[in-house]
């Protein structure tokens, strides 16, 4: 029997293996989205790989039920269970954000090609309040409900303690359950515009100033929606099993509730099961890493981390609007000559000519037939009928096609 309990459990193993493993894959999509950035989209990445790391050290210093050998988790337990008490308002105040910015996209009433300013600080300010403000608000006040430091359990390890006052209801339980509320209201309000507006949703998305095309825009959705679906019906049950279990209420006492018991650390065995959120976390991250890790933008920043990838003899890629396209490749001796002598990179221009960086080239053009589309450079500003000089010979290297943005003439004509 004691052999047993000495032994890590098998969920002890398996978390933090899958916790480690889902860390790993979100980096990606947290590289994406700070990029484009999209700061709700990372303050939810940032909580999931925070509570990642808690599954990972809990369940690494705790992983049985041989109590009298766990350490007191004092000083760790202190900070985690502050941030535990954040990240319950913390991820539905993501969603928030999230299905506000999704909604306000393809709200033809208040759609505007430039945002002013007032409304930008707006915006700002609902981010900073429900991904900033509130969750420190929320670790602020965990102090006045707060029975002991913390409770300690195989398994989950650092587990919050709750006063059986009103206070709690007031304070802690009901305000998860509001924000997803709201979160709900904002995602109804998508799938109605998503409804009414089906045929025009291109449209109206590309006039909306944003950095989401259609499928960055339902990718984003599909998994706000899940993580919402997922955790309101949750936090309705937390919300009645905590009501339920604390009843009857007593009348609320800071000095009872921070009597000589409150530094009292509880022990209590888990029998080998986890709390049943510590699987939120693993499981948000992998539906994160599938609908934004496994798409054509991961694979290009992969390609861009990767200079093996990046010098690789194909050059070229599939664009929808220009067909096949690709980078001249450098000549041999001067492809990696700036990594030989990174200080040369001190003398180079601060500003790209047009011809390196601003036109890219056509593999294997076809020249049976002029076309009598008009092209348009983007950066020099001029337009040209390419049947005539828009071939340029290129001295030193075969003859290429300077692919530029094509206009069609019955577009222009409509314009």
């Avoid at 480690?20 to 999509?29: A, E, Q, R």
């Avoid at 484009?36 to 690494?60: G, M, Q, Y």
Wanted: proline content about 6%; some cysteine; glycine content about 4%.
């Amino acid at each position: 029997m004691a052999a047993s309990s000495t032994a890590p459990y098998a969920q002890a193993v398996i978390i933090p293996s899958l916790s480690i493993l889902c860390m790993l894959l979100t980096i990606p999509p947290l590289i994406l989205h700070w990029k484009n950035k999209n700061f709700p989209v990372v303050s939810l990445i940032c909580w999931l790989l925070c509570l990642n790391l808690f599954n990972v050290i809990n369940a690494f210093i705790w992983p049985n039920d041989d109590m009298d050998s766990w350490w007191s988790g004092a000083g760790l337990c202190d900070v985690e269970v502050k941030v535990m008490i954040a990240s319950y308002v913390a991820v539905p105040g993501n969603l928030v954000c999230i299905f506000r910015t999704l909604a306000s996209m393809i709200d033809t009433r208040r759609a505007m090609l430039v945002p002013s300013k007032q409304q930008r600080w707006w915006n700002f300010g609902i981010d900073m309040l429900f991904c900033v403000i509130v969750p420190v608000v929320a670790m602020a006040t965990h102090i006045v409900y707060q029975a002991n430091r913390y409770i300690l359990v195989g398994i989950s390890g650092c587990v919050n303690s709750f006063d059986e006052s009103w206070v709690s209801l007031i304070l802690a339980w009901i305000w998860p359950l509001l924000i997803c509320l709201m979160a709900g209201y904002y995602c109804s309000l998508v799938v109605y515009r998503l409804q009414r507006y089906r045929n025009q949703f291109g449209d109206i998305l590309q006039a909306s100033n944003s950095n989401l095309n259609k499928s960055r825009f339902m990718r984003l959705f599909i998994l706000s929606f899940i993580v919402l679906l997922a955790i309101l019906p949750v936090q309705t049950y937390v919300v009645y099993k905590n009501i339920e279990l604390s009843l009857p209420w007593h009348s609320y006492s800071w000095s009872v509730a921070h009597g000589p018991h409150w530094n009292k650390i509880q022990k209590i065995p888990s029998g080998g099961e986890a709390f049943f959120d510590r699987w939120f976390p693993v499981a948000s991250g992998f539906m994160l890493f599938i609908l934004f890790g496994c798409g054509r933008d991961a694979s290009r920043i992969t390609r861009a981390e990767n200079p093996a990838t990046a010098n690789s003899i194909d050059r070229t890629f599939d664009d929808i609007e220009k067909g096949r396209v690709s980078w001249p490749k450098p000549q041999q001796g001067q492809s990696m000559s700036w990594l030989k002598h990174p200080w040369s990179l001190l003398h180079r221009p601060l500003h790209r000519s047009s011809t390196s960086s601003g036109e890219r080239i056509l593999s294997q053009p076809n020249l049976s037939a002029p076309s009598n589309t008009v092209s348009a450079n983007a950066w020099a500003g001029s337009s040209q009928s390419r049947g005539s000089s828009d071939l340029t010979y290129m001295p030193g290297r075969e003859a290429f096609i300077r692919v530029k943005r094509d206009i069609s003439q019955d577009s222009e004509l409509r314009a």
